[in-house]
């Protein structure tokens, strides 16, 4: 197996920078809509063939250095107890929304048979690929964003009233996502994936006050449950401000959005190894332009313990399959190490 990935993400420089992209399997690749025009999103997660050749896709098609498991953050919301729904044009909806400490009796702990599909599609990958799988999981807080919302939502008014209202209901259901996400993250590794990463996507709504109340320790213990069995990557994002909380939550890389000089962050993340953070519309822009931003990147990236070239969030539907390939090109094509 290629093994470029998971050198940089235990902080040792491999010969070139490994590539990935959050959302890499997605409705930009013409390959993923095939699929999708006969399949709902949630038949696909819940399909363990589908999933897995979905997730393959790109490493296909892309040549990046690590596969992303094709499923979502909400998934395991329905084995611990919640309806889920993805409708096109709005997004997912999450039901019962639990708004009060009446309604958290209805979230109950995981059930694992019923993301047994998820365990399927990790074991067929691990036979079928040539590059690590990554696994991943939201963070307490995010994920609690959406089932308190019950939907994607702009201001997480309903979010932050129960936070700021009653914060020992609030601690009760981050405690309850948080020990049910132990459960799935240690199912995943059981299964085979060769490294997770935790979703902490709407972490930047905190102050840093309210980050180390409501988001930091429900992250820590998911690190130190997992016991190091695989590096772990956290992902937030608006969260520049949150630099030295992040610091201490010991994941094993930082991966940054775009609103952070790579140069800055490698200064700020004590030397971690880092992912990132190319803002992904600068994928829609001219490629004199974008390789321009790739390449300042990749050379803020030489200061940093180990770097792995990504986006600063999901691919955007809109950018050109042909767009990624070349910048996976480039990146190899980089000198990531001195002779
Ligand atoms: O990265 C990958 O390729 C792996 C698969 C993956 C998906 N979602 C597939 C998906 C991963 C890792 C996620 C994570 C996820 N899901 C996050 C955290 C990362 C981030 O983007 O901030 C969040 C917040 C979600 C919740 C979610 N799922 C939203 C808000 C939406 C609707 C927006 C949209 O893009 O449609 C989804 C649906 C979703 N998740 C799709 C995919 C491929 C689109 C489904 C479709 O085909 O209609």
New binding site residues.
Partial sequence: MKDVFIQACRGIKPQYTPVWF??????YMPQ?QKI?QKYD?LTMCKTPEIAAEVTMQ?VKVLNVDAA???????IPLEAMGLKIE?I?EK??VVSPAIRTIDNLKKLKNIELNAVDFVFKAIKILIKELDVPLIG?S?SPF?LAT?VIEGS?SKDFFHTKKFMFSDSSGFHQLLSSLTESTIVYLNGQIKAGVNAVQI?D?WAGILSPYDYEIFCKPYVKRILESLKQTVPVIY?S?NTSGLAKHINDSGADVVSLDWRIDMKDACHLFEYKPLQGNLDPLALLGQEMEIFKRVEKILNAGKSAKAHIFNLG??VN?NTQVDTLKKVVDFVHAFKSVED
Avoid: V
């Fill in positions: 959050m959302r890499q399997a997605g409705r993923y999708r999103f790109p992303i498991l094709f499923s979502d953050i909400l993805f096109d997004g997912p991943f939201a995010t959406y994607s979703f996507t992902f994002s969030h999901g539907i």
